[in-house]
């Protein structure tokens, strides 16, 4: 994730913070994406499922 998205998410999280709408998931994502955790929503790619044993 490049800077500028990084500061789109932490901008959404300060906006629904300041409107009180933190109950919802859409605010979770943002939030922890804001804290510097990886996005809970990204998918694995196939090259990294790859490695993963069945």
Known sequence: ????ELNNWR???AELENSGATDSKFYQ??????L?????L????????SS???
Do not use: H, N, Y
């Open 1 to 4: 994730m490049d800077q500028e």
């Open 11 to 13: 901008k959404l999280a």
């Open 29 to 34: 994502r943002a939030k922890t994406i804001a």
């Open 36 to 40: 510097g955790f990886p996005d809970p």
């Open 42 to 49: 990204k998918l694995e790619s196939v090259s990294d499922s």
């Open 52 to 54: 993963a044993t069945a």
